[in-house]
């Protein structure tokens, strides 16, 4: 079981992106799902999150240009980006708490995170 995001590229200033989340695996749970960001140089934060019910929560900072949802049949969540502009440059990861079951029965709750996908912005 891993998540595994993906959508990142070099886009002009002005642009949009849709990144993806995929819970890949056979998983019993999926709680929230987030995505979160970290620039060069700087600490990792939260860019928005999701619940399961398709409640969501942005950094204050990210409010407007940022669009979080999910598919919970496709245990996906995206993060629609728009107005795209130098500042958003950065490694996107997403993360979620999980719940699944290993061969032997046993159950594993953990908080899993993506692999982390590029987004460049150019001018």
């Known amino acids: 079981v891993q998540l595994q995001a993906y959508g990142g590229g070099l886009v002009r200033a002005g642009g949009s992106l849709t990144l993806s989340c995929v819970v890949s695996?056979?998983?019993?749970?999926?709680?929230?799902m987030s995505w979160y960001r970290q620039a060069p140089g700087k600490q990792r934060e939260l860019v928005a999150q999701i619940t399961s019910g398709g409640t969501t929560n942005y950094a204050n900072s990210m409010k407007g240009r940022f669009t979080i949802s999910r598919d919970n049949a496709k245990n996906t969540a995206y993060l629609q980006i728009n107005n795209l502009n130098a500042e958003d440059t950065a490694t996107y990861y997403c993360s979620a708490p999980l719940l699944y079951y290993l061969h032997d029965g046993s159950p594993v709750a953990e908080r899993a995170w993506g692999q982390g996908t590029q987004v460049t912005v150019s001018s």
């Open positions: 695996g056979k998983v019993s749970r999926v709680d929230d």
